[in-house]
């Protein structure tokens, strides 16, 4: 599906924001995205399942000082959703956020990714280093921390059920856009949200576990490489799927310094779960 460029005013609380749709082309695949706001550049990657609009809240809140740009990740939404698995290799998610940083004009930028958002955050930051000015991480543990997880603690494992369930063939077929709507407690943001999945392609979202999300038997396997950008990462203790004690030790994997904000009664979704903390803990980390 294809739509004009066109600007929109959204009224969130008691501000208006002026929302600006985009297109950056990585490989002729097309990946939109949604922008507010001038300043340094801040790209926003959302996870499963999950479109740009999961970060309306810290958009409003950034795009005072900041231009902010949230990706609809392929296969999502309003952005190109090529067909086979191969399509959705970590090295090609990592290229679609280097060229929505090339669409912008800019040489480098701050990254913040959630979910699967977050694990081509980490990889586009090892890969891409020079275009990173500082990374934030919501809900996604350092690589490092999950494949140990994985590998040695049986509660991971079996939070991680669902994961083997997505990675069979067919997996897809199972999947609705109501049910993945499902988590959304906003009535209003449900709607869009049902909207965005029906755009969606459901064996394009199967793909990124297929392609990227470790396989039994599971084996720890650490990344030697040593970030060097200042990091934050913010975990809502309640997820079910991603468990804390993968937070465990990653400052061992980092040569600049991490900031670990931890929010009880917070699930998996933390930017929606408590958007406020979030947003002011976001604001004051990047004006240190």
Same mark, same amino acid.
């Given at each position: 599906m294809?739509?004009?460029?066109?600007?929109?005013?959204?009224s969130?609380?008691?501000?208006?924001?002026?929302?600006?749709?985009?297109?950056?082309?990585?490989?002729?695949?097309?990946?939109?995205?949604?922008?507010?706001?001038?300043?340094?550049?801040i790209?926003?990657?959302? +996870?499963?399942? &999950?479109?740009?609009?999961?970060?309306?809240?810290?958009?409003? %809140?950034?795009? +005072? $000082?900041? $231009?902010?740009a949230?990706?609809?990740?392929?296969?999502?939404?309003?952005?190109d959703?090529?067909a086979?698995?191969?399509?959705y &290799?970590?090295?090609?998610?990592? +290229?679609?956020?280097?060229a929505?940083?090339?669409?912008?004009?800019?040489?480098?930028?701050?990254? %913040?990714?959630? &979910?699967?958002?977050?694990?081509?955050?980490?990889?586009?930051?090892?890969?891409?280093?020079?275009?990173?000015?500082?990374?934030?991480?919501?809900?996604?543990?350092?690589?490092?921390?999950l494949?140990?997880?994985?590998?040695?603690?049986?509660?991971? $494992?079996?939070?991680?059920?669902y994961?083997r369930?997505?990675?069979?063939?067919?997996?897809?077929?199972?999947?609705?856009? &109501?049910?993945?709507?499902s988590w959304v407690?906003?009535? +209003?943001?449900?709607?869009?949200?049902?909207?965005?999945?029906?755009?969606?392609?459901f064996?394009?979202?199967?793909?990124y576990?297929?392609?990227?999300?470790p396989?039994?038997?599971?084996?720890?396997?650490?990344?030697?490489?040593?970030?060097?950008?200042?990091?934050l990462?913010?975990?809502?203790l309640?997820?079910? %799927?991603l468990?804390?004690?993968?937070?465990?030790?990653?400052?061992?994997?980092l040569?600049?310094?991490?900031?670990?904000?931890?929010i009880?009664?917070?699930?998996?979704?933390?930017?929606?779960?408590a958007a406020?903390?979030?947003?002011?803990t976001?604001?004051?980390w990047?004006n240190?």
């Amino acid at each position: 599906m294809r739509v004009a460029l066109l600007v929109m005013t959204l009224s969130l609380a008691a501000s208006a924001i002026e929302f600006k749709d985009g297109y950056a082309d990585s490989g002729g695949v097309k990946i939109h995205y949604v922008t507010a706001g001038q300043g340094p550049l801040i790209v926003m990657i959302h +996870g499963f399942p &999950d479109f740009w609009y999961t970060w309306r809240h810290q958009m409003e %809140a950034l795009a +005072g $000082q900041y $231009q902010v740009a949230a990706m609809d990740l392929r296969g999502f939404n309003l952005s190109d959703k090529p067909a086979g698995e191969e399509n959705y &290799d970590m090295r090609l998610l990592v +290229g679609d956020v280097a060229a929505v940083i090339k669409h912008l004009g800019r040489e480098k930028a701050i990254i %913040a990714g959630h &979910d699967w958002g977050g694990a081509i955050s980490w990889q586009f930051t090892f890969h891409v280093p020079q275009m990173v000015e500082k990374l934030i991480i919501l809900n996604l543990p350092h690589p490092n921390g999950l494949s140990r997880e994985l590998a040695i603690n049986p509660k991971q $494992q079996e939070a991680s059920a669902y994961a083997r369930t997505f990675q069979r063939p067919g997996s897809h077929k199972l999947l609705t856009a &109501d049910r993945l709507a499902s988590w959304v407690t906003d009535a +209003g943001a449900r709607e869009k949200y049902i909207e965005a999945f029906q755009r969606s392609s459901f064996d394009a979202m199967m793909n990124y576990y297929r392609r990227n999300y470790p396989r039994e038997p599971y084996e720890a396997r650490i990344v030697p490489q040593r970030l060097g950008v200042p990091v934050l990462m913010i975990h809502g203790l309640d997820d079910k %799927a991603l468990l804390p004690p993968a937070l465990n030790n990653t400052w061992e994997w980092l040569d600049a310094d991490l900031t670990l904000v931890t929010i009880p009664k917070a699930g998996h979704f933390v930017q929606q779960d408590a958007a406020e903390l979030v947003s002011k803990t976001i604001k004051s980390w990047l004006n240190r």
